[in-house]
């Protein structure tokens, strides 16, 4: 995150400018203002800085401004920038989007409905890619998607404010991020609801071919070509499949939480609501925080070799617990900043719990895995190592599981969120 707290004058960071002749940017009391008089119809003053694989774009404006506030990406496959989704506001006002995919294809202003900015107040707006998609959040409430069938990947991203000519105005921006956000693939090509041989048969179909269904690799959308790279992604895919011993997707609409492996189906308890359409991928479980949690039977005992344990998860306090072995060790849960941390550790006196620096609860959908290979433990967020140490053994407990809740039930312990996709591997998994 860029929180723009160092002192008064240009950005630096990486930003770069482009402004009005009469408006200027900098720095002042620790963000970013843009301010002047707008001399020419509708130009546009911003900070813009190019993008590596970042997908979701964030940031806080001030709503009392009397410019408008703008986002805009391109797409990097399009040197002339030519390629872009936007989205602006007028001072206090709603939301717009809009899209061009070349000279001349600009689609004009289309309004998004519910989504007024609130006044008096900083607001945040996100925007997030995934393909040719687009969705818009503001304030952590989602209020619109959009397409733009013609954008690659983001090459850049532009926050700036435009007027009329002859206002004079301000806008002030705060607190940007940018960050990848993990994309979930399909590797069920043929739809049968299993991935297996007939898949392995489905890609070689289209070998050579421009198939988006079987174009895998590289991350996230593939290179335009059917070839050796999407094999090789299905293998490895196939390979972490025959590992996994657990699986809960958290697909259902009542009941029990249903496992998908060795039918260990979990037992729902407390403050917990199915929402079928609500998760990462598909549906998922919503946990009150107060004594909502999934308990099914012992999985696998820590001390007797690598594992790996991986789940989705939207929101949590910190101290609550996301995944732990019945009166063993919590697996994966929160640190009193709400970062992700394991209590799973060596049973030597000097074992201590693995930390790490990335908060999970900011309200958005977060893959987190803990993994063990036997010499290394190993924390993730969104597929990346987060943290990591030297661990030669683990303190054993052959113990059931708990979904949402600590090792003992305690109070302050259950999660508050959303979980989805819960799976254990009894081996090293890596993303």
């Known amino acids: 995150m860029d929180d723009f707290n160092r002192p008064d004058g240009e950005l630096g960071n990486g930003w770069s400018t482009w402004t009005e002749e009469d408006v200027e940017i900098e720095i002042v009391d620790n963000e970013v203002l843009i301010t002047g008089k707008q001399v020419h119809n509708w130009w546009k003053s911003e900070i813009y800085r190019p993008v590596e694989d970042e997908t979701r774009f964030s940031f806080d404006f001030k709503a009392d401004d009397n410019f408008n506030v703008h986002i805009r990406v391109s797409d990097a496959e399009d040197e002339d920038y030519q390629t872009t989704a936007s989205v602006y506001a007028s001072p206090g006002g709603s939301f717009s989007y809009g899209i061009k995919h070349g000279p001349g294809t600009w689609s004009g202003w289309t309004k998004i409905p519910g989504s007024q900015m609130i006044a008096g107040q900083y607001n945040t707006l996100t925007m997030e890619q995934k393909?040719?998609?687009?969705?818009?959040?503001?304030?952590?409430?989602?209020?619109?998607?959009?397409?733009?069938?013609?954008?690659?990947?983001?090459?850049?991203?532009?926050?700036?404010?435009?007027?009329?000519?002859?206002?004079?105005?301000?806008?002030?921006?705060?607190?940007?991020?940018?960050?990848?956000?993990?994309?979930?693939?399909?590797?069920?090509?043929?739809?049968?609801?299993?991935?297996?041989?007939?898949?392995?048969?489905?890609?070689?179909?289209?070998?050579?071919?421009?198939?988006?269904?079987?174009?895998?690799?590289?991350?996230?959308?593939?290179?335009?070509?059917?070839?050796?790279?999407?094999?090789?992604?299905?293998a490895t895919y196939l390979e972490q499949e025959t590992a996994l011993i657990a699986h809960w997707p958290l697909d259902e609409t009542e009941?029990?939480?249903?496992?998908?492996?060795?039918?260990?189906?979990?037992?729902?308890?407390?403050?917990?609501?199915?929402?079928?359409?609500?998760?990462?991928?598909?549906?998922?479980?919503?946990?009150?925080?107060?004594?909502?949690?999934?308990?099914?039977?012992?999985?696998?005992?820590?001390?007797?070799?690598?594992?790996?344990?991986?789940a989705w998860v939207q929101g949590g306090e910190p101290g609550q617990v996301i995944v732990s072995g019945t009166a063993g060790a919590n697996w994966l849960m929160l640190d009193a900043e709400g970062k992700l941390m394991t209590e799973v550790k060596s049973p030597d006196p000097s074992g201590t719990p693995l930390l790490s620096q990335s908060v999970i609860t900011d309200g958005r959908w977060h893959r987190v895995g803990l993994v063990w290979d036997g010499s290394s433990r190993m924390l993730y967020v969104d597929d990346a190592i987060v943290a990591d140490d030297t661990q030669d053994s683990l303190e054993g407990s052959f113990s059931g599981l708990y979904i949402g809740c600590g090792k003992n039930m305690q109070p302050g312990t259950f999660f508050s969120g959303l979980i989805d996709d819960v799976r254990v591997y009894n081996r090293a998994v890596r993303p």
């Not at 206002?167 to 991020?177: A, E, L, P, Q, T």
């Not at 990462?280 to 070799?305: F, K, S, T, W, Y």
Request: aromatic content about 10%.
């Open 255 to 310: 009941g029990f939480a249903n496992e998908e492996v060795g039918n260990n189906r979990g037992y729902v308890f407390g403050g917990a609501i199915w929402e079928p359409t609500g998760g990462q991928i598909g549906g998922a479980i919503r946990l009150d925080g107060v004594d909502g949690c999934i308990i099914a039977n012992p999985v696998l005992n820590p001390a007797e070799g690598p594992f790996s344990a991986f």
């Open 131 to 234: 393909g040719t998609d687009f969705t818009i959040t503001l304030n952590d409430e989602v209020v619109c998607t959009f397409t733009n069938s013609y954008f690659t990947r983001v090459g850049e991203v532009d926050i700036g404010c435009d007027a009329a000519a002859g206002i004079v105005g301000s806008i002030h921006i705060d607190n940007f991020r940018m960050e990848k956000v993990s994309i979930v693939r399909d590797f069920d090509f043929n739809g049968d609801g299993a991935v297996d041989v007939k898949d392995v048969v489905t890609l070689t179909d289209y070998w050579g071919q421009d198939y988006s269904v079987c174009d895998i690799s590289p991350m996230p959308w593939g290179d335009g070509l059917v070839d050796a790279e999407d094999l090789l992604a299905l």
